[in-house]
């Protein structure tokens, strides 16, 4: 059958498919609205309608995606009339259609509505239709196979042994007419809409009035304002009405053109395009080679690139487990043995970590530490499954030394060397929030007795270098893991972690003050001492404030002395 022919049938088919059908419920004119309908109707809510996919002409997707069919129609033409606002989705399965949680499923006929379904008056009726294969006696189809459609009950006289299911008609149509079934059942828009669109030449159709089917809307949720107002709107489309928008989707079929039809009318053209396609094939192939070339000497360019920079070329071998190394790569860490970090990198990529280019101190041939930022892809094969991972090493050891020097900056005293007073106090809050069961720190506070009298009678200058020599007096008197600051212009503070006991701490201060008489003798420098033992769940302030407050006590006794404090 050449194609003017075809289209010649298709003609003939919408003829057909618009003689079929059924009545629509005739009523009167539009109908009015109740006060309670048109406050809903006003209210604006979007109605959820979901139906089956693959029911053309009743509802299917077009080539674009977008819902279309009679039913949509219909609900359309509603909506122009009522002013209510569909949205539409359509479902492979029936059983999705109706777990969606939507309003109401539009297109539904009597019989494939689940018990307890309320559905709306019908507003479309068909009778069925037989299509069979072409091989098939439509008076032996006792023993043949039937294309049913699942969720859909059987046709009577129909077992369930021969029964062959498919999720939408177009399926079970295809089905026949490749002959993987006989034959089937269906109502006549969607039999005459397939056989239009597909251009089946194996199938046959037989007009037979095996039973009748009625399309309603029915509500997945209860609303009976809302099916009250569709009801109303139903039941005022006329026949002349409805025979128009089926009529306007059945010249909307989008024809599906097929490879025998293509070939015979374009036939020398396609193979004088095959000839063309495999021309630029293989120019495509003396590009690719090309390419390829041009891509290995900048492969080659960038490595000789990487031998005269900080950059250090990997590649990581998934399946083997091969670390491959570039020349510059061996010359700095020796061999792939001694990166083990670097290898806990690739789990990560492997795991597809969000990790970003990560610091790695990785020990060098020379043996020092170097670090380095660690910047890694993945490589997949054709079935999406990482078989390779590449990267570089960039060394950062010169900007990492830098940025410590600088954070160690921020962190102290210029003068004195000792940590500044922010610093101080979060280091012993952190040390506060974290001291074990059992354990007695202190808090030391120590204050320079005459030291305006110094900046007032020798300046300045020698005022800070009496502060210098309080400063390396505090660091020859306590351990190295006291926290030690400058809190104020002749104001020190020590925080001792584990000590033993108060006469500890005593001597410790005592210590101090020898060390800070004989480094200065020419100025007779004194310092006062207050000190609080951290006794229990306390913050940093309050702690402060008691060695503080044991500070002033000491001054008021006559300075140069150590004073603990003690509960009023």
Do not use: W
């Not at 022919?5 to 009545?23: E, N, T």
């Not at 008076?139 to 859909?152: P, Y």
């Not at 006329?238 to 128009?244: F, K, Q």
Request: charged residues 25%; hydrophobic residues 40%; proline residues 3%.
């Amino acid at each position: 059958m050449n194609l003017s022919k075809k289209i010649s049938k298709g003609v003939v088919l919408i003829i057909l498919f618009c003689a079929s059908l059924g009545a629509a419920v005739k009523v009167e004119a539009q109908p009015a609205l109740t006060r309670e309908e048109q406050d809903y109707v006003k209210e604006g809510n979007i109605i959820q309608a979901v139906s089956l996919d693959g029911a053309a002409p009743l509802q299917y997707s077009d080539a674009n995606g977008e819902v279309r069919g009679i039913s949509k129609e219909v609900l359309e033409e509603i909506s122009k009339l009522t002013g209510l606002v569909f949205e539409y989705r359509l479902y492979d399965t029936l059983q999705d259609a109706f777990n969606s949680g939507a309003d109401l499923f539009f297109g539904i006929p009597h019989h494939y509505a689940p018990e307890g379904m309320v559905l709306s008056l019908p507003y479309l009726e068909s009778e069925t239709i037989l299509y069979m294969n072409s091989s098939i006696n439509p008076t032996e189809l006792a023993d043949k196979k039937f294309a049913a459609v699942r969720g859909s009950d059987l046709p009577q006289g129909i077992s369930e042994k021969k029964a062959v299911y498919f999720d939408t008609r177009e399926a079970s149509m295809d089905a026949v007419e490749r002959g993987l079934v006989d034959y089937g059942y269906g109502n006549a828009f969607s039999v005459a809409f397939y056989q239009l669109q597909n251009s089946y030449n194996n199938l046959i159709t037989v007009p037979e009035k095996k039973e009748s089917r009625a399309y309603a809307i029915g509500f997945l949720k209860e609303n009976e304002i809302l099916g009250s107002i569709i009801n109303k709107f139903i039941a005022s489309l006329d026949e002349s009405r409805m025979s128009t928008l089926v009529l306007n989707v059945a010249t909307q079929v989008d024809r599906k053109i097929t490879v025998p039809m293509i070939f015979d009318s374009y036939g020398v053209q396609i193979f004088g395009a095959i000839a063309a396609v495999m021309a630029v094939m293989l120019l495509s192939v003396i590009h690719n080679i090309r390419a390829k070339n041009e891509l290995k000497l900048q492969y080659d360019r960038y490595h000789i690139l990487s031998q005269t920079s900080n950059e250090y070329l990997y590649e990581y071998h998934v399946k083997t487990q091969l670390l491959e190394l570039s020349k510059n790569c061996r010359q700095l860490f020796g061999d792939a043995d001694s990166l083990e970090k670097l290898k806990a990198v690739f789990k990560q990529v492997l795991g597809k970590s969000e990790t970003a280019a990560p610091l790695l101190e990785l020990p060098t041939a020379d043996g020092e530490t170097g670090i380095f930022k660690c910047i890694s892809s993945p490589i997949f094969d054709k079935k999406g499954r990482v078989y390779s991972i590449i990267g570089k090493l960039v060394d950062v050891s010169r900007e990492e030394a830098e940025k410590q020097e600088l954070i160690r900056r921020s962190q102290i005293d210029g003068l004195s060397g000792l940590y500044n007073a922010s610093t101080a106090k979060r280091l012993i809050s952190e040390r506060m929030a974290s001291v074990p069961p059992g354990v007695i720190d202190a808090l030391v506070v120590i204050d320079c007795d005459n030291f305006k009298e110094i900046n007032d009678t020798h300046g300045h200058l020698e005022g800070d270098m009496s502060l210098l020599e309080i400063s390396e007096s505090l660091r020859r008197s306590f351990r190295k893991t006291d926290i030690i600051g400058r809190i104020g212009g002749d104001e020190f503070c020590v925080y001792m972690l584990d000590v033993p006991s108060q006469e500890f701490a005593a001597a410790k201060c005592r210590q101090l003050m020898d060390l800070v008489k004989e480094s200065s003798i020419e100025h007779q420098l004194t310092v006062s001492i207050g000190i609080s033992l951290l006794d229990g769940e306390e913050t940093y302030d309050e702690l402060f404030a008691k060695a503080d407050q044991a500070l002033y006590d000491a001054k008021r006794r006559g300075r140069n002395q150590i004073q603990f404090y003690e509960e009023e």
